[in-house]
Structure formats: structure tokens, C-alpha cells
């Protein structure tokens, strides 16, 4: 299969996606949490959607196991590519998912982030 028909459908999926999920948090009023303490250009921020990164890895999660199914690729290349990309998603998820319930733009740590994204690694 040609690369860039593979390109093209991920992007056309994240588009979607994310385009559905922008509008979905403006509905329902979901968005970044600035400091109260901030900079007052900073809470133009107010409200700003997040969690896109959603858009991106189920894009290519759809797209890597329609090429495992269809034998393009095997089970150890699958694995090798979407594990990592997949755990490095989900800890900016938990990321931004702590900022949305604690409603403070602090989320994890960074010193407590970088040595879960060493241990990824």
C-alpha cells in the first residue's frame, strides 16, 4: 500500500475527528482553566478546547489496525509503533483531564511527567 494514501487517510480522520470534538467542548462549554493569577492575556485561554490530542491517536490507532487486519503490517511492527505513541497519549490525556477536574492549569508535575515519559521511553 502507498504511503502517502495511508498519510492522507489519517489526516482526513484527524480532521474529522477533531473538528467533531472542537465543536463538541464549545457546546458543551469545556475548555483550559488559566490561573486566576495569570497574565490577563492569558485568559483569552479560558475556554480553549482540549484533549485534540484525542484526535490524533485514534486516527492513527484506526488506520495502524485496518493495516493489521488487512496483513499489511504484523504484530511486532503494530506494537513497536503504536504502544509507545499511544502511552505518551494517554499521560497528556490524564494531563489535561486533571487541569479539567481540578479547574487548575497545573495537571501532573513536571518533574513527575518527564520520568514517566523516561520510563515510556
Known sequence: M??????LLTFILTFLILNWL???QKRN?????????????HKEKNKT???GGVAFVLSYLIVFTFLLIIDEINIYIYLLI????TSFSLLGFID???IL????????KPNIKFLIQIIIS
Not at 502507498?2 to 498519510?7: F, N, Q, R, S, V
Not at 462549554?29 to 492575556?41: D, K, M, N, Y
Request: proline share 5%.
Open 22 to 24: 472542537i465543536n463538541y
Open 2 to 7: 502507498e504511503i502517502w494514501y495511508l498519510m
Open 49 to 51: 478546547p482540549i484533549f
Open 101 to 108: 477536574k481540578y479547574k487548575k492549569n497545573e495537571g501532573i
Open 29 to 41: 462549554r469545556v475548555g483550559q482553566i488559566e490561573r486566576e493569577e495569570g497574565l490577563r492575556s
Open 96 to 98: 489535561d483531564y486533571l
Open 82 to 85: 503504536v504502544m509507545p505513541m
